[in-house]
C-alpha cells in the first residue's frame, strides 16, 4: 500500500507551542500522536476516573479537572479553561463527544483568548440544531427529508402533526448526536408513550428534551461526506463514508468509498452531487475546519438523497477517510485554526483503495449489546503481519479499568486494501488477532457481521443489523475450552509449588500433582452452566491426563508461545489460546497468591469468562437450571450494570404483568428498562436518582406459590449437597 498520511506543509515552528486536548479515550491518544508529530507540546486532562488512563500516560503534561461524573470533569467548562491557564495553553482540540459542539464553549474559549480547533460559533449554532439545521440548508438547495421540525413544540403538538409526516416515524433528539436518543414509531398508539422516554433521554443526555419527528426512510443507506474549509474560502470534501451498519443508530462498521456508489454506472456522478451538496451546507454556514455532512440515501433510488445533520467536529469514523486520500485530518484541524491556507484542491483528492473501520466495544452481543465493565488482563491489539495495512487507534492498556461513566467504543480496528474484498479480508485477520482478555468484547460479533454474505455483496442498510442478529450463532465455552482453562491451571499451580520450594510439588493446601488422587476444580460457564474438570498427572512433565464431567481421559499438555499464549493439547489435538487468570488480590500467580477465582480465554477474536466455582456458587447455579427445567423465571430484577435508576414506572405493591417496564438504569450513557420477568406483585428496593451496582436487586416480584413448589428448592439442595460440590 502506498496511501499513508503526508505533511499538509512544512513550517519553522509549531503552529501553536501548546494544545490541549479536551477529551479521553483513543480520540485523545490519536489527537495527541498528531500533536507530537507537528512538535506541538500536548496537555491531556482527566477526571478521577482516568488518572490511570493511556491518554493521560502520552501526552506531555497531565491536568486533573474534576470526579468520574462527565458533568464535573469531562463537560465543565470553566475547568477546561482553568486547566489552559495552569499550562499555557493556546488552543484547545475537543475531539469528539463531550463540548466538541458545545457554543458556549467555544464563546468561553474566545473570551479568554484560546483557540478552539474547530469551527465557529455561527456553524457551531446552527448546525448544532437538527431542527434549525434543516430549515437553513433548504435555502442552499440541500434536499432534506420530510418531517416536522419547529422548536418548542409540545407532545400534544408532535402527536398532531405526526399524522402529517406518516408512519413509521423517527423521533430526534434536537441537540444529539451519534444516533444517540433517537427512537423508531411504528403506529400512532405508540407515540405518546415513547416521547415522554425520548424527551427524559434528550435532558439526561443533551441537556435539552426538543424534540422533532422525521418520516422514516425504508432500506436507507447511511452515506457521510468529509468536508475540509478554511478561512480564506475555500471548501473541499474528501469523498464519502458509508455507515450503514447501525445498532441502536450508532454506527459499528464504516468504509470508504461507499459500495453503494463503488457499484453504480454514474457512481462517479452521485458522489459530485453529495459532495457538492455537502460543501453547500459548509458554505451557508461560513464553516472552518473538518466536519462531515451526513445523507440519508435511498437503496432503491441512490440518486435520491437527503440531508440529516452537519456534524461541526472530527468523526470517529474519520480513519478510513485518511487511508484512502493520505490525508491527516487532525493536522488539517490544527493548521486551519492556525489560520493556514488549504493546499489541497479538489482535483487533489483521489480516492486510493478501499478501507474499513470495526468499533470495538466493551459490550455482550448476546444480550442485546449490553455494556460491559472489567479489567484489562492482557492486550495485543495489532497482529503481527499486518504489513503496514492495518490500523488501531485504542486508549487500552494491560491493568485498565472499563468504567460503566463513559461511552463503551475502547478501540477501533481500521484496514485497508486495494479493493473493498481485500479490505475486509485484512481486517477479519486483524480481528481474529485482537486480544482484549478480562472484559467483554463485541470482536466475535465484528467478525460474524463482516463475514456476512449480504455485509461481502455490498448489500447494506441502517435495518441489516437487527435483521441479521438472530441468524449468528455465537461459540461457546465447550469442553476443549474449560479443560484448557484447568491445564493452564495446573501449570501455573506447579510455577508456582516450585518457585515456592514445595517438594514434591507439594501445595500448603495439599494438592501434590503428583499424587494418584486427581484434582476437581468446578468452572462456571458465562451461559450459566457448570463443567466439573479432573487433573491428574504433572502438566509440566507432558504426564497429565484430563476429564470433563465425568468423560473420557485425555493426555493433555501446555507450551507456551509467548507472554500470557500458549498451546494447548488435549487428546493429540493442539489449539493456541491467549490466557489469563485473577486471583483475590493479585493478577497472574505467585507464590503467596490464592488460588484463582477466575479464567479468561479467547483465540480467533472469541473470549470468554470461567468462574471458578465455590460450593454456594455452584449450589445457586444449580437451582437456577433447575428453574430454567421447569421454565420458572428468577423473581429478583437485578441491575445490568453500575448505573443511576433514572424513572420507577411503578409503586410498590403494585400488580405487575410479566414483560410490563418497572424502572429504567442509564448507565454508560445509555438507558436500559428493565422489566417483570413474571406476573405478580412488585416489591421496589430502589427509587429515581438511586446508584445502582452491577447485578444489585432493584425489584422482586412475589408470586401467587402453589403448593407444589414449596419445598422444591430444599428438594434440589439437598441432591447437590448430598452429591458434593467440588472443591
Known amino acids: 500500500m502506498t496511501v499513508t498520511p503526508t505533511p499538509a506543509a512544512s513550517t519553522p515552528k509549531p503552529l501553536f507551542g501548546t494544545v490541549l486536548v479536551a477529551n479521553r479515550g483513543e480520540i485523545a491518544c ?41 458533568t464535573e470533569s469531562y463537560l465543565k467548562i470553566e475547568a477546561i479553561i482553568q486547566a489552559c491557564r495552569e499550562t499555557g495553553a493556546e488552543a484547545v482540540h475537543p475531539g469528539y463527544g463531550f463540548l466538541s459542539e458545545n457554543v458556549e464553549f467555544a464563546r468561553a474559549l474566545e473570551q479568554a483568548g484560546i483557540t478552539f480547533i474547530g469551527p465557529g460559533v455561527e456553524s457551531l449554532n446552527i448546525m448544532g440544531d437538527k431542527i434549525r439545521s434543516k430549515n437553513h440548508v433548504t435555502g442552499y438547495g440541500v434536499p432534506v427529508v420530510p418531517g416536522v421540525a419547529e422548536p418548542g413544540m409540545s407532545d400534544a403538538q408532535l402527536i398532531e402533526a405526526a399524522a402529517g409526516v406518516g408512519y413509521p416515524l423517527l423521533i430526534k433528539p434536537s441537540a444529539g448526536g451519534g444516533g444517540k436518543g433517537m427512537h423508531v414509531v411504528e403506529r400512532p398508539e405508540d407515540l405518546a408513550d415513547t416521547l415522554a422516554t425520548a424527551r427524559r433521554v434528550a435532558a439526561s443526555a443533551f441537556g435539552d428534551d426538543t424534540l422533532f419527528l422525521e418520516r422514516l426512510v425504508t432500506t436507507p443507506r447511511h452515506i457521510e461526506v468529509q ?62 475546519g473538518a466536519g462531515t455532512v451526513e445523507f440519508l440515501v435511498s437503496d432503491n433510488a441512490p440518486d435520491e438523497f437527503f440531508f440529516m445533520e452537519m456534524n461541526t467536529r472530527l468523526q470517529v469514523e474519520h480513519p478510513v477517510t485518511e487511508m484512502v486520500t493520505g490525508v491527516d485530518l487532525v493536522e488539517w484541524q490544527v493548521r486551519i485554526a492556525a489560520g493556514e491556507e488549504l493546499t489541497v484542491t479538489q482535483d487533489d483528492v483521489v ?56 461511552d463503551p467504543m475502547i478501540s477501533k480496528v481500521i484496514a485497508w486494501g486495494e479493493d473493498r474484498a481485500e479490505a475486509l479480508e485484512t481486517l477479519d485477520r486483524a480481528l481474529a488477532g485482537y486480544t482484549a482478555l478480562g472484559i467483554d468484547t463485541n470482536v466475535e460479533y465484528l467478525r460474524l457481521l463482516i463475514n456476512d454474505a449480504d455485509v461481502r455483496a455490498g448489500r447494506l442498510d441502517t435495518g441489516l443489523i437487527e435483521r441479521k442478529m438472530p441468524e449468528f450463532t455465537f461459540r461457546h465455552a465447550g469442553d476443549f475450552e474449560v479443560a484448557a482453562a484447568a491445564v493452564f491451571a495446573a501449570a501455573m499451580r506447579e510455577t508456582d509449588a516450585r518457585d515456592a520450594g514445595e517438594g514434591p510439588w507439594q501445595r500448603r493446601d495439599g494438592w501434590r500433582l503428583g499424587a494418584a488422587a486427581p484434582r476437581r476444580i468446578s468452572l462456571g460457564t458465562p ?36 507472554r500470557n499464549q500458549a498451546e494447548v493439547t488435549l487428546g493429540g489435538e493442539a489449539r493456541l489460546f491467549s490466557l489469563a487468570q485473577v486471583t483475590l488480590g493479585a493478577y497472574g500467580p505467585g507464590p503467596e497468591s490464592p488460588a484463582p477465582t477466575e479464567f479468561f480465554l479467547g483465540n480467533d477474536g472469541w473470549s470468554c469468562r470461567l468462574e471458578v466455582l465455590t460450593r454456594e456458587a455452584r449450589l445457586a447455579r444449580v437451582l437456577a437450571a433447575v428453574e430454567r427445567e421447569e421454565g420458572a423465571a428468577d423473581p429478583a430484577v437485578r441491575s445490568p450494570m453500575p448505573g443511576t435508576v433514572v424513572s420507577v414506572s411503578v409503586g410498590n405493591g403494585d400488580a405487575v404483568t410479566a414483560g410490563q417496564v418497572l424502572l429504567s438504569v442509564e448507565a454508560m450513557k445509555m438507558e436500559h428498562q428493565l422489566v417483570a420477568p413474571l406476573d405478580g406483585t412488585v416489591h421496589l428496593s430502589a427509587g429515581t436518582g438511586d446508584l445502582v451496582k452491577a447485578d444489585q436487586v432493584l425489584a422482586t416480584i412475589h408470586p401467587a406459590q402453589s403448593p407444589e413448589s414449596s419445598n422444591a428448592e430444599d428438594t434440589v439442595e439437598e441432591s447437590v449437597i448430598a452429591m458434593g460440590a467440588a472443591d
Open 30 to 70: 490519536r489527537v495527541i500522536r498528531t500533536l507530537r508529530a507537528l512538535g506541538i507540546r500536548s496537555v491531556a486532562v482527566y477526571s478521577d476516573a482516568d488518572a490511570g488512563a493511556r491518554h493521560v500516560r502520552e501526552a506531555d503534561v497531565a491536568v486533573r479537572i474534576g470526579p468520574a461524573a462527565a
Open 227 to 288: 468536508v475540509l474549509a478554511d478561512n480564506h474560502g475555500n471548501v473541499i470534501h474528501l469523498g464519502e463514508r458509508e455507515c450503514s451498519l447501525q445498532r441502536r443508530h450508532q454506527k459499528v462498521i464504516e468504509e470508504a468509498p461507499s459500495p453503494l456508489l463503488e457499484g453504480l454506472p454514474d457512481g462517479a456522478a452521485i458522489r459530485a452531487r453529495l459532495g457538492e451538496a455537502a460543501c453547500n451546507a459548509a458554505r451557508s454556514v461560513n464553516y472552518s
Open 351 to 406: 480516492l486510493t483503495g478501499h478501507s474499513v473501520e470495526a468499533r470495538v466495544y466493551a459490550e455482550v452481543p448476546e444480550k442485546n449489546f449490553l455494556p460491559s465493565i472489567g479489567r484489562v488482563l492482557v492486550l495485543d491489539e495489532l497482529p503481527d503481519a499486518a504489513d503496514g495495512k492495518v490500523r488501531v487507534d485504542s486508549a487500552l492498556l494491560e491493568g485498565l479499568q472499563i468504567s460503566s461513566s463513559y
Open 527 to 562: 451461559d450459566g452452566g457448570i463443567a466439573t474438570v479432573e487433573v491428574s498427572g504433572s502438566v509440566g512433565q507432558g504426564a497429565a491426563t484430563v476429564s470433563v464431567d465425568g468423560g473420557p481421559q485425555r493426555t493433555a499438555s501446555l507450551r507456551f508461545a509467548r
